[in-house]
Each structure stands twice: as C-alpha cells, then as structure tokens.
C-alpha cells in the first residue's frame, strides 16, 4: 500500500469504533485508473455494532481539504449505496462508500443461487442490482481487513456463478427488444425524452447479459457499454455502434438510431445461441 493518500485514509481510519473493513474500489482497485480517477472507499461494518459516523468526520479533519466536507449518517443515500462521504484529500477525490456486512453476506448467498434484484437508487438510472455488492467484493483490494471478513467473502464470489449468469441472461436478455419496441412506439409520437431513456434501457440490459456472457460482474452502469466491447464474448462494432445510435438520436434521426439498435440486439441473440451450441 505504497499509495501516500491510502496511507493516510488507513491510519486515520483504523481507529473508528465499528469499522470492520477498509477497501479500495473502482477503477484504481481494477487498474483501470488514470491520471484523473479518484479513490473510491469502501467502508464496511457490521450492523450489530455500525460505524461510527462522528468518530469517522473527526477522524478525516486532519485530512481534508475543506474541513465542511460531506459525510453522512448510515441510510442517508438510500438503502443500497447507504451512505458516505464526497472528499478531497490534496487536492484529489475521495469517496467513501458504506457497506453493511450482513446484507452484503446475504447478496453473496442469494446470487449464488441465481438470486438477484434490481431496484431504484438515485444516480442510477439504469437501477441498483444488488449483484454490485458482490461484484464490489470480488475486484475490491483490501487495506484493512483485520479479521479477514473481506478476504473470505473473497472466495465466495468466485468462480462466477453459472446460475446467476443464465438467471442475469433470462432477466435482461429479453428487455432489450422490449425497450427498442418501446422507443419505437415514442418515435412515432416524437416522444425525443422516451426514446432516449428506452435507448439507454436498451444499451444497459445489453451490457448486463455481455457482463454475464463473459463472467464478470457490472459494478457501475458508467462505462459498462464500451467495457463490454472489450471482452472475449462481445458483439462486433459494439462501441462505435454505441456512439453512432446516440449521435444519430442527438440528430433526431430515430429510425437510423432504432435500426443500429435493432442490430445490436440481433448480435446480442446471435451470441447467446453460439453459447448455448455445444462445441
């Protein structure tokens, strides 16, 4: 842990009553960091003994560059990002996310078995599924994970499911063409907002059963599409695509866009039945 600024987020932090883990996340956890990438923070805690938020905002005092920075009580953000803090340290940022243990246990349990959900959370608008808690767990490092809670959980999060890959496939494969045939509905009508969100729905189930093809769990909707044009199992052209469908909805060309999607969705069904040949 070489990093001068998880030095510091560590020594700070190990004192703070009910901490029972510190992670780092993010694109710096999967070396995908660039110059720019801030630090993303797990902080995990048990609920029987939770942490303790005013001993966290004294704790990072020293640290911050405005000493009025936010950090909230647990629940504040909603029940599935629960809370955190939006921090600069040098000059850099630093989030600091809060994870309860027996729900992220509970997570870990039910995908498992091909058990998942997917609910509303602000700043998410393609939703929360709950499988970004286990996803956090398998690509996080762990800084401070005294009684190795973080590095058992670990083993529980690979190999990747298969269940959960065929129960994410059935849940998103099918909502692809649903929401194209929805935006074509909204084109119709002119309905530019409608069409929008359904091409986004659209591009995000896509990338939810390309995540599952290839066995890698979708942590954060942002980026997920051109991510997905990365990997082994993929749909050819799928990020200029993606590009060309979101110029062409931003030129009021609709159809052009509804077709480019359509094709995606042919690529998409064209790849799952090549899995499901055997040999």
């Known amino acids: ?65 405005d000493p009025s920075s936010t950090v909230t009580r647990i629940g504040e953000w909603g029940p599935w990002i629960i809370g955190g803090g939006w921090l600069s340290i040098g000059g850099v940022e630093v989030d600091f996310l809060y994870r309860d243990l027996s729900r992220v246990r509970a997570v870990i349990a039910d995908a498992r078995k091909g058990l998942f959900s997917m609910n509303h959370q602000v700043g998410h608008p393609h939703g929360f599924c709950s499988t970004i808690w286990m996803g956090e767990v398998d690509t996080c490092r762990p800084l401070f994970d005294p009684s190795g809670v973080i590095a058992a959980l670990k083993g529980e999060t690979q190999p990747y499911p298969e269940v959960l890959k065929d129960a994410l496939v059935a849940r998103f ?26 091409a986004y729905r659209a591009l995000s189930c896509l990338a939810q059963v390309l995540f599952a093809l290839n066995g890698r769990y979708l942590i954060n909707e942002k980026g997920s599409v051109p991510e997905a044009a990365t990997y082994p199992l993929t749909i050819e052209g799928l990020a200029d695509t993606q590009m060309e469908i979101w110029k062409a909805i931003g030129d009021g060309e609709h159809e052009r866009a509804l077709l480019r999607l359509r094709a995606l969705s042919s690529g998409m069904h064209a790849l799952l039945e090549r899995a499901r040949t055997p040999g």
Do not use: Q
């Open 1 to 65: 842990m070489e990093d001068s600024v998880l030095v510091c987020i560590v020594e700070a932090l190990k004192p703070v009553g009910g901490l029972s883990a510190i992670v780092l996340g993010g694109s710096r956890a999967r070396g995908t960091a660039g110059p720019a990438s801030d630090y993303d923070i797990g902080l995990y805690y048990e609920p029987e003994a939770p942490l303790d938020v005013e001993a966290l905002r004294s704790a990072i005092v020293p640290l911050v560059d």
């Open 173 to 198: 494969g099918w909502e692809v063409d649903f929401a194209i045939d929805n935006a074509e509905i909204a084109a119709r009508r002119g309905e530019r907002t409608h069409i929008a969100g359904c």
